[in-house]
């Protein structure tokens, strides 16, 4: 019996009531956004429960929103056996970001993890071996955030009289 977007966004909201801070449906596709303290418990809930089943995590990643000061955790989804998927938005400050690891329930999730934090600088509590793994250990900057200019400013090959401006 396949199950709807309203009928997800229905048992998550008796569930887990005020926690949920958002619904929408961007091209179908249905999007949760909830409080960041309950990230572990939506994700065992939506693992455990007989009518959901959603036990494949096809993706963990960030995104750095520089007008917010906030970075966003965003987990998809897929339940193989009713052929749905959902997307999970959890934001954390960039003063303070943390936010506890999925790895207990989704062993894919160590890595993903950790190129998150590697690249977003999110940290994710309790972790087992969270440290970088495409950068050089070295590094104090995470990359991916949006807070450093796209090129230098004192380029002088890429001013306007160059090209005829």
């Known amino acids: 019996?396949?199950?709807?977007?309203?009928?997800?966004?229905?048992?998550?909201?008796?569930?887990?009531?005020?926690?949920?801070?958002?619904?929408?449906?961007?091209y179908g596709f249905l999007t949760i956004t909830a409080d960041k303290s309950k990230n572990i418990d939506i994700l065992k809930f939506?693992?455990?429960?007989?009518?959901?089943?959603?036990?494949?995590?096809?993706?963990?990643?960030?995104?750095?929103?520089?007008?917010?000061?906030q970075l966003c955790v965003v987990y998809h989804l897929h339940s193989l056996v009713k052929n749905i998927?959902?997307?999970?938005?959890f934001y954390v400050n960039v003063s303070d970001p943390h936010?506890?690891?999925?790895?207990s329930i989704f062993e894919s999730a160590?890595?993903?993890?950790?190129?998150?934090?590697?690249?977003?600088?999110?940290?994710?509590?309790?972790?087992?071996d969270l440290r970088?793994?495409?950068?050089?250990?070295?590094?104090?900057?995470?990359?991916?955030r949006k807070e450093y200019p796209l090129e230098d400013p004192n380029r002088v090959d890429k001013k306007d009289y160059f090209f005829g401006r």
């Open 1 to 26: 019996m396949q199950i709807s977007n309203a009928q997800i966004i229905e048992k998550l909201l008796a569930t887990f009531g005020s926690d949920i801070i958002k619904c929408e449906e961007p």
């Open 46 to 69: 939506l693992w455990n429960d007989s009518d959901l089943k959603f036990k494949f995590m096809t993706d963990l990643c960030g995104v750095h929103y520089p007008e917010t000061s």
């Open 132 to 144: 970088r793994i495409l950068n050089v250990d070295e590094m104090e900057v995470f990359p991916l």
């Open 85 to 89: 998927r959902l997307r999970l938005k």
């Open 110 to 128: 160590n890595w993903q993890e950790r190129e998150t934090f590697d690249f977003y600088g999110i940290i994710f509590d309790g972790h087992p």
């Open 99 to 103: 936010i506890l690891t999925a790895t």
